[in-house]
């Protein structure tokens, strides 16, 4: 298969216990509103990418494929992550010269990944 740099990433789905209570900390801690597809189903969408919510019984085991968001400030949103029960499942950790990461995880123990870059972001238009 050919890759097409010019065809941007369709969207991200993220499987959890429970993806109501999921959508919920993500609207707090990020402000996206989730729309429902379905009864298993939340979607989040930007003009670019999208990001799914599918119910399943549990979360993806610990080192599944693992999506990260492009975050501002990783120490201010990780302060916040306790506040809405949700919780660290990964401290921030540095790459030198290239940025800092971290993994939290959502009430309902859904797994998200968190980058800040040093570099600002690359474009391939």
């Known amino acids: 298969m050919r890759h097409d740099p010019h065809s941007p990433i369709s969207h ?6 429970a993806p ?7 609207e707090a801690l990020f402000g996206w509103q989730f729309q429902p597809h379905g009864n298993r189903y939340l ?9 799914g919510l599918m119910e399943e019984n549990s979360p993806p085991p610990p080192g ?9 400030d990783l120490d201010r949103l990780l302060a916040r992550v306790t506040a809405l029960n949700g919780s ?14 971290a993994r939290l995880a959502t009430p ?7 980058f ?3 570099h600002p972001p ?4």
């Open 12 to 17: 991200i789905e993220w499987r959890s216990p």
């Open 64 to 72: 599944a494929c693992q999506a990260y968001l492009r975050v501002t």
């Open 116 to 118: 800040e870059s040093q």
């Open 88 to 101: 660290v499942a990964l401290p921030a950790r540095d790459i030198p010269g290239y940025g800092r990461y």
């Open 43 to 51: 979607e989040y969408c930007t003009d670019s990418l999208c990001l």
């Open 122 to 125: 690359r474009h391939n238009d």
């Open 108 to 114: 309902d123990g859904t797994v998200i990944g968190l």
């Open 20 to 26: 109501a209570r999921c959508a919920a900390f993500l």
